[in-house]
């Protein structure tokens, strides 16, 4: 059971525990410690983990926090400033990932929109990126676009030129997108 006790070390022990273990392809309890958030309270403590120094660690509590905030993407408001500069730093392609999805969540400011969308579009175009990492990029500036239809000619211009490399997974997304059958839930293809 997840608690929202008032120190954040103790109320998070339970939550540590039950994304520690195995390795990186294993999610550990990332499924059952996200569908436990309830409360702002909680999911700060959840956010807590990501500035513990465990590679595995951080990468299981973000992909809770992804699926967290699929149903609840206000519990992110708090933490904008610290996802953006996450996402200026971050170099691990599993903690990219998840990433890119969180940053079409963030309500930003016209500057931070921008540098949003600038970063996701370097994402997008870099073909040394993780296929996952390209494919939720584009999700995330597909998001963007359709809330913001000033980007929508620079997101076609850059799904036509990662359409042009033929790779599978990237094409998938893209007709997913150009159909309207896509939401952020179905993440890698």
Not at 116 to 135: M, P, Q, Y
């Amino acid at each position: 059971m997840l608690t929202d006790g008032t120190e954040r070390g103790k109320a998070s022990r339970p939550m540590r525990e039950r994304l520690l273990g195995g390795d990186l392809r294993s999610i550990a309890q990332a499924d059952e410690v996200a569908a436990g958030i309830k409360t702002q309270r909680q999911f700060d403590v959840l956010f807590s983990l990501l500035h513990e120094g465990k590679r595995l660690l951080r990468m299981r509590s973000i992909d809770a926090i992804e699926k967290v905030t699929r149903r609840s993407p206000r519990f992110l408001a708090p933490h904008k400033d610290e996802i953006l500069a996450f996402s200026r730093r971050a170099a691990n392609p599993e903690f990219k990932w998840h990433l890119a999805l969180l940053l079409s969540r963030l309500a930003l400011t016209g500057r931070e929109l921008d540098e949003v969308i600038d970063l996701l579009t370097r994402w997008a175009l870099d073909k040394s990126e993780s296929r996952i990492v390209r494919v939720n990029a584009i999700q995330s500036l597909h998001d963007l676009s359709e809330r913001n239809p000033i980007y929508k000619v620079d997101f076609l211009a850059v799904i036509d030129e990662v359409g042009k490399e033929q790779v599978p997974s990237l094409n998938a997304r893209i007709r997913k997108l150009r159909v309207g059958r896509v939401d952020d839930h179905d993440e890698r293809g």
